[in-house]
């Protein structure tokens, strides 16, 4: 049976009474993801920074279609640490997850958005492997060294295949500016902002030499960790881990005062 409706508005008809809103269906709340605007250094609590409000969140279909989703991009950030973010495409996702390619357009409209959100769901899971490490530690040296070990710990256990997930891509973007390019860049500022803020929080209880200079030790820190990542997956030798973790704790016991 056809339905016909008037160009009349409800409210205008005398006598008819509108028409009762729809119910609004309610979702069930879940795990946080990552939005544009907040980093997992955020979620974690670790970089001082409020966090985001939730509401600019998009709804997923179905459960079906959240776990279809996190599937597909946890392959593509996977993906991107060997074969480069710009690299992936829908087809080699869908070979790759033997999936059809119109099954991988429907979630995501264009390649900067898979591109984006494959960035979101790596800094979900650098959150997992590495920054919880450091919120559980107590604030100071014991968290710089907890982060810098579960950092290292994460490449040793292979989380991505081609190490460090924003060393790789950050390597690939760094001459070429866009969206993508910025969100790389802002997980890696959160980042070096949380080991300074770390290096702070030390130098005021008196754990590392007042005099310090907190930029410095911070670079020293992060090329040790970046130099760790780039020659294990180049030479796949442990022993480059170990002398990173040496090569921390050597830094820190310098500090001291």
């Known amino acids: 049976m056809r339905v016909k409706y008037s160009k009349t508005p409800p409210e205008s008809r005398e006598g008819e009474a509108a028409a009762e809103p729809k119910p609004v269906r309610k979702t069930k709340p879940g795990r946080a993801r990552l939005l544009p605007s907040q980093s997992s250094l955020e979620l974690a609590g670790l970089a001082g920074a409020s966090p985001s409000p939730l509401t600019d969140q998009p709804q997923r279909s179905?459960?079906?279609?959240?776990?279809?989703?996190?599937?597909?991009?946890?392959?593509?950030?996977?993906?991107?640490?060997?074969?480069?973010?710009?690299?992936?495409?829908i087809g080699q996702l869908a070979s790759h997850l033997d999936m059809s390619k119109s099954g991988l357009y429907a979630h995501f409209k264009s390649k900067e958005e898979l591109e984006l959100a494959t960035i979101d769901v790596a800094a979900e899971i650098f959150q997992r492997e590495v920054l919880d490490a450091g919120a559980s530690a107590p604030p100071g040296l014991r968290r710089i060294r907890a982060l810098a070990d579960a950092f290292i710990d994460h490449?040793?256990?292979?989380?991505?295949?081609?190490?460090?997930?924003?060393?790789?891509?950050?390597?690939?973007?760094?001459?070429?500016p866009g969206p993508t390019r910025d969100r790389v860049a802002r997980v890696l500022s959160d980042w070096l902002k949380l080991l300074t803020r770390c290096m702070e929080e030390a130098r005021a209880t008196g754990e590392i030499d007042r005099k310090t200079e907190i930029p410095q030790a911070v670079f020293e820190a992060q090329s040790m960790l970046i130099a760790a990542n780039f020659m294990f997956v180049m030479s796949n030798d442990p022993a480059t881990l170990t002398r990173a973790k040496k090569g921390i704790h050597n830094l820190l016991s310098r500090l001291r005062p």
């Not at 640490?81 to 992936?88: C, F, I, K, N, Q």
């Not at 490449?155 to 070429?176: H, K, M, S």
């Open 155 to 176: 490449l040793e256990r292979r989380v991505f295949p081609g190490g460090c997930f924003f060393a790789a891509v950050a390597a690939e973007l760094d001459t070429q």
């Open 62 to 89: 179905s459960p079906k279609g959240e776990r279809s989703r996190a599937a597909i991009l946890t392959a593509a950030a996977s993906l991107a640490t060997t074969h480069g973010l710009h690299g992936l495409s």
